[in-house]
């Protein structure tokens, strides 16, 4: 298989890289996590001018046709910078929906998101769910040509600021039933919806949000409105492609820096990178840093898999690799610096906190170990 990236290719990888280099340092970041809702809104309007925000979308929706590969240059590049700006929950997420909404859907909402003025949040995950897309008791009752949505939502990506949420809710069945799910777009300043905004640990934000009596019209609802499940497993599978290809980033930076640390540090006045038993585990890093690239290419390649049980075996293989290597380099690099590997004023452990995170998003690696053992199982029976 050609992995030599395009000219367009590389020229997306080459911008984004030289507009991030430029614009978004560790200190930079630092100011930008302090504005309200935890990003730069000149930032995001630098990236609908630089077409990411649409790369994803047909462009016939709005978009620019890109695939599952610039979507990975993408998201490296972000994770490189420890970017704050919600290009997950918008574009990946929120956009990954609407990309298999109605005509209509698309028309009113793509566009807005490609130009930059409209943000989303995938409101999908409640606190006794965990990691299970299909456990739901977010209720949405019809009352006539509409429904009235009631429940809760924990720790949406964005959900405090988003301009638009699109909420899980059950049309039918039981609390863990895969099918009577559905998925509504709901305006993040509707009558009855309640968002309380945090901080996270690696410095985004995430909501709790409480909707009661929140009413939307039938154009809200997408696609079937006890089918929803569906959709979401297919969003989530391109989202841990992204994740992936954010973790490659973020570790290939924090590699890097603490290649550096060992070549200045100086102990007993010489450096500590003359020291064999160091160098053998920057090596270690570097080798579980190429283990992890080559899975995050593999879950672009295959994130458009028409099976979808084949399809969630992939992208859990490549989960498993990612957590693996993340916890080892995070840790690795924390213990080789030593003391302000730590600190809030060094960057190497709010890597080492962004890693941890997304390895908990969408299922950690003990999960996706076991999804992938199950698939074994089906495999063997067939």
Request: with cysteine; aromatic share 8%; glycine share 10%.
């Amino acid at each position: 298989m050609d992995f030599d990236l395009s000219e367009e290719q590389q020229l997306l990888k080459d911008s984004i890289g030289s507009f991030l280099a430029d614009t978004y340092d560790f200190e930079s970041r630092r100011k930008i996590a302090a504005q309200p809702g935890g990003y730069s809104r000149d930032i995001w309007a630098k990236f609908a001018e630089l077409g990411l925000l649409g790369l994803p979308f047909a462009e016939e929706d709005g978009g620019f046709g890109g695939g599952a590969v610039e979507t990975m240059l993408v998201a490296e590049s972000l994770g490189k910078y420890l970017v704050l700006e919600p290009y997950l929950a918008t574009v990946i997420l929120g956009g990954g929906v609407l990309k298999r909404a109605s005509a209509a859907q698309k028309a009113e909402h793509i566009p807005a998101i490609a130009d930059g003025s409209r943000t989303f949040a995938l409101a999908t995950t409640e606190r006794h769910s965990r990691y299970d897309l299909n456990d739901v008791t977010t209720t949405a009752k019809k009352d006539g040509d509409a429904y009235v949505l009631d429940g809760e939502k924990a720790v949406v990506v964005n959900g405090g600021t988003a301009d638009y949420l699109i909420v899980s809710a059950r049309t039918g069945g039981q609390r863990r039933d895969k099918a009577g799910i559905g998925l509504f777009i709901v305006k993040g300043d509707a009558p009855g919806v309640s968002r309380r905004d945090s901080v996270t640990q690696d410095g985004t934000h995430a909501a709790e949000v409480t909707l009661s009596g929140v009413r939307v019209g039938a154009d809200a609802v997408i696609g079937d409105p006890s089918g929803g499940l569906a959709i979401l497993e297919a969003v989530a599978d391109e989202a841990i492609a992204a994740l992936c290809a954010e973790a490659v980033g973020a570790m290939s930076e924090l590699t890097d820096v603490t290649v550096d640390y060992l070549k200045q540090r100086k102990q007993f006045g010489i450096n500590i990178g003359s020291f064999q038993s160091l160098q053998h585990r920057a090596a270690e890093m570097f080798v579980a840093l190429e283990q992890a690239r080559s899975m995050a290419m593999f879950a672009a390649m295959t994130a458009a898999t028409e099976d979808p049980v084949e399809r969630r075996a992939l992208a859990s293989a490549a989960k498993v690799q990612i957590g693996r290597s993340a916890k080892f380099i995070g840790q690795q690099a924390v213990q080789l610096h030593g003391g302000i590997g730590m600190t809030m004023e060094y960057k190497a452990g709010h890597y080492f906190k962004r890693l941890t995170m997304i390895d908990t998003l969408f299922g950690d690696a003990d999960h996706h170990l076991s999804a992938v053992a199950d698939y074994g199982k089906l495999v063997t029976a067939a």
